[in-house]
């Protein structure tokens, strides 16, 4: 397991008056090199559950296990900094931590902090950028003189320059055109399958990430409400709107075809283009079937 | 209240008028150049086009909290030059990309209280307000939290309520719903909605193909200049357009064309439903 939760709850302010519950008894299991979308209406907890994922945040109870180490509640933390580099997290509008005159030096910041060379630095850097699909000459700009998508994945490409095992992202799409968010969805899956890195993400936006994650789960009020996979949600869509997200188009539209023709077995079809594909075969033995 | 100002005589009122407007950092690479358009009272806008084509920048000439480096500027019959910046601000309210960078007060009904109390209402209509924009965005139950207890959609609900608990006239949107479900989304349209019909001229900047097509005009920037001013409709038809401003048509739109690019004529769907009626009449088993 990349990730291991057992019966988590987190408590912000514990021990002042204001205290407040975000998490409430999570379980939750996260296996190696998976693809994983975390969902959940706002102010479900989602961004204080991927904290606890490389001990930004600790457990006010149960225990956090993340690759080989454990994080216990009550119980003095191990040291962290390894755990960081091999998890990376980027938050909600990461371009806003850029800082350093060049993409480059940005890019290096880190690595160069976990102890690497500045030469292996420069190279991971490197890496980074051809992973997140930018070009070399960008290494010279100053990030401010970057577009919007581009400055997003320079500062996600600025997490991976640390090669982390799991990379966490938190809404990583907002805010971005629609062909850029479909475009680092699918960088983020090719880490994922080419590089058997773990990807999880934070998303409200279910429809871009449901034809790609192999496991989804799903917060209401600080607890989970669900957990597995893409099929299995696609099966039972009320629970989704119990946890206040509403049915995404996609899914709508194949459950409807899928009803229609017994087909709740098959792997949804959750794009509209391969929907049209499977509804033209559909046609086509409807077609057969009438004149037999 | 719409039917208001779709008389004659009001329809016509342009109430942001721009005439030949540029920006610039370098004025060898501007970044607008030539913009010249029109919106009337009560008008909902769409502002469209890739990552980096200058929407930000435009609405944000509006209000002068950039300077145009050319051009004419008229926002409600006022020209803006230095003395009017202040009255044409008081008139336009401005929801920005990142909640962050708007959050002034400790907690929520501080922030809420700081525009209004610059308005100089008294201290009943400031509750009077404060209540109804809360109740409005969904967000009463969070007046005493701090702005670091929120979540980032609760961030943005937020300042959405202070903006609009200010009532100006002109609401200008920068992607100020990136942060929320499609649940609250929805919400927000619904209470944009209610504006137009109260004679709110809205701007919106958005990739979003619902709040597109809940829009009433949309401008596609590209380039730096005004590619095109049509109907939402209009551009969802349009896939070179579509291509052009990065965007998708809604996944009904989607899925009626792949159909038809299948051999399939269909009409694009109302809903899951229709669409199974329409593609399959006949009432055979399979």
Redesign the interface.
């Known amino acids: 397991m990349a990730i291991q939760l057992q019966q988590v709850s987190y408590t912000y302010a514990d021990r002042s008056l204001w205290r407040q519950t975000a998490l409430h008894d999570i379980n939750l299991n996260i296996a190696k090199g998976s693809m994983v979308g975390i969902a959940g209406a706002t102010g479900s907890g989602k961004s204080t559950l991927l904290q606890l994922f490389n001990g930004i945040l600790k457990p006010s109870q149960g225990t956090v296990k993340v690759l080989d180490v454990t994080i216990q509640a009550g119980e003095k933390a191990p040291r962290l900094l390894p755990l960081r580099r091999r998890v990376g997290l980027v938050f909600q509008f990461p371009e806003q931590q850029m800082f350093e005159e060049t993409v480059e030096k940005d890019l290096i910041f880190g690595p160069l902090n976990f102890g690497m060379s500045p030469e292996e630095a420069k190279m991971r850097a490197r890496q980074a950028m051809t992973d997140m699909g930018l070009d070399l000459a960008l290494l010279e700009r100053n990030p401010f003189r970057l577009s919007g998508g581009q400055m997003r994945k320079a500062a996600i490409a600025s997490v991976l320059a640390m090669d982390p095992e799991i990379i966490v992202l938190d809404e990583p799409t907002a805010t971005l055109d629609p062909l850029s968010r479909a475009e680092l969805i699918g960088l983020l899956e090719r880490l994922c399958r080419e590089q058997g890195r773990t990807i999880v993400i934070v998303t409200h936006r279910m429809d871009e990430l449901l034809p790609y994650a192999d496991q989804w789960a799903l917060l209401k009020e600080g607890r989970m409400a669900f957990q597995g996979s893409g099929q299995e949600l696609a099966a039972d869509p009320d629970i989704l709107e119990s946890c206040g997200l509403s049915v995404p188009h996609s899914l709508r539209y194949w459950n409807a075809v899928a009803r229609r023709f017994g087909l709740e077995g098959e792997k949804p079809c959750l794009t509209a283009e391969s929907l049209a594909e499977r509804i033209a075969l559909l046609q086509a033995e409807g077609m057969r079937d009438r004149h037999e | 209240m719409k039917e208001l100002y779709n008389t004659n005589e009001a329809a016509d009122e342009a109430v942001i008028s721009l005439e030949g407007v540029a920006f610039g950092y370098d004025p060898e690479h501007p970044i607008l150049h030539d913009i010249t358009l029109s919106v009337a009272r009560g008008q909902w806008v769409s502002i469209v086009g ?3 084509c200058g929407k930000s920048t435009l609405v944000k000439l509006l209000n002068a909290l950039l300077p145009k480096s050319a051009g004419e500027i008229i926002i409600s019959g006022q020209r803006l030059e230095e003395d009017t910046i202040g009255s044409i601000r008081e008139g336009i309210g401005m929801v920005f ?2 909640p ?1 960078n708007q959050f002034i007060g400790a907690t929520v009904e501080e922030d809420i209280l700081f525009g209004l109390e610059g308005q100089c209402l008294t201290y009943e209509e400031m509750d009077v307000r404060l209540k109804q924009y809360t109740e409005k965005l969904g967000i009463s139950g969070l007046l005493s939290k701090h702005p670091g ?6 961030k ?2 937020v300042a959405i309520a202070s903006i609009l608990a200010m009532k100006p006239g002109i609401v200008i949107f920068d ?1 100020a719903s ?7 989304r ?1 919400e927000l349209l619904h209470i944009l909605q209610g504006l137009r019909n109260e004679g709110y001229t809205i701007l919106m900047i958005t ?1 979003d ?1 619902d709040e597109i097509l809940a829009s009433d005009r949309v401008l596609v920037l590209h380039g730096g200049s005004v590619a095109a001013d049509l109907k939402p409709e209009e551009l969802f038809l349009d896939q070179e357009l579509l ?1 052009k ?4 048509e ?3 739109w ?2 009626a ?3 038809r ?4 004529e269909t009409d694009v769907p109302a809903s ?2 229709e ?2 009626e329409t ?2 009449p006949y009432n ?1 088993s ?1």
């Open positions: 890739p990552n980096g990309q990142n962050d207890e929120l979540s980032g959609g609760q943005q609900r992607e990136s942060m929320l479900d499609e649940g609250s929805n990739h193909a291509a401003c990065h965007l998708r809604p996944y009904p989607q899925l064309r792949e159909l690019r299948l051999g399939i899951e439903k669409l199974i593609l399959w055979y399979k």
